[in-house]
């Protein structure tokens, strides 16, 4: 992954904000939970991501980044 997220934060700063987004934007702002973490995105980090509504469950696998492709537009 590009960059190096900081762990162990409650809100995201916009510098891991932006990683995501570059992220995300690779797979078209829809991920596996494999390639999540193939990516060195761990349980700790998706279940942050979810609780601040930047990423969204669908299905089981499947994890799309809807926030995080939102604020690419701003």
Sequence with gaps: MQGELSRG??????KNIEILRTLFRQYNYVMT???LTASKLYYAD?????EEGLI???REVTITGLKIAEKAKL
């Design 9 to 14: 934060e409650e809100m995201l700063p916009e």
């Design 46 to 50: 998706i279940k942050l991501l979810l």
């Design 56 to 58: 969204k469950k669908s």
């Design 33 to 35: 939970t494999a390639e």
